[in-house]
């Protein structure tokens, strides 16, 4: 079995910094990657309080990079968004402030595009399979239960 060099404190802050000059990281991103280098506990809080006093880490920043990465890119909704930021610890007011950011227009209109886009792989032609699998679909990708609904109600009106 192979085993990896320790590296000092020192070592894993320059290696961290590097980290988070390429790439948005939060404190949990860096707290697991610190930890994975066997870095000591009491060293890893050391080198994260240093990441964030010289602005390496911002969980703020982080939040609000996030939030528009996933809307933008991967098309997740508010819900899906929330749940993977907290899952990185990063504080309800962070959250709350960062999904605020969006657009509601361009919110809905992602919705909707992503519903068309779905509704035209579904075999079924049962209007309420239709909905039922579209209802899912937008549930899967984090969109609120009442928007979802909205979009569906108006994409099926069209249709007739």
């Known amino acids: 079995m192979h085993l990896k ?3 000092s404190a020192k070592e894993a ?4 910094q590097n ?6 990281k939060c404190k949990s991103d860096i707290r697991k990657k610190l930890y994975d280098w066997n870095i000591a506990t009491d060293d890893i809080e050391n080198i994260i309080d240093q990441l964030i006093a010289s602005k390496f880490i911002d969980e703020t920043r982080y939040a609000e990079y996030f939030v528009r990465d996933k809307f933008r890119f991967n ?3 508010r819900i899906k968004i929330e749940f993977a930021l907290k899952q990185k610890q990063i504080p309800s007011g962070i959250i709350r402030k ?3 950011e969006i657009n509601e227009t361009e919110y809905r209109e992602s919705l909707k595009n992503e519903l068309i886009k779905k509704h035209k792989s579904i075999k079924d032609t049962e209007p309420y399979k239709i909905k039922e699998k579209l209802l899912r679909f937008a549930q899967s990708r984090g969109y609120e239960l009442e928007i979802s609904l909205n979009e569906i109600e108006k994409l099926q ?3 007739h």
């Open 19 to 24: 980290l988070c000059a390429r790439q948005e």
């Open 13 to 16: 802050l320059v290696k961290a």
């Open 98 to 100: 960062a999904l605020s």
């Open 157 to 159: 009106s069209d249709k």
């Open 5 to 7: 060099k320790q590296i």
């Open 75 to 77: 098309k997740w909704g």
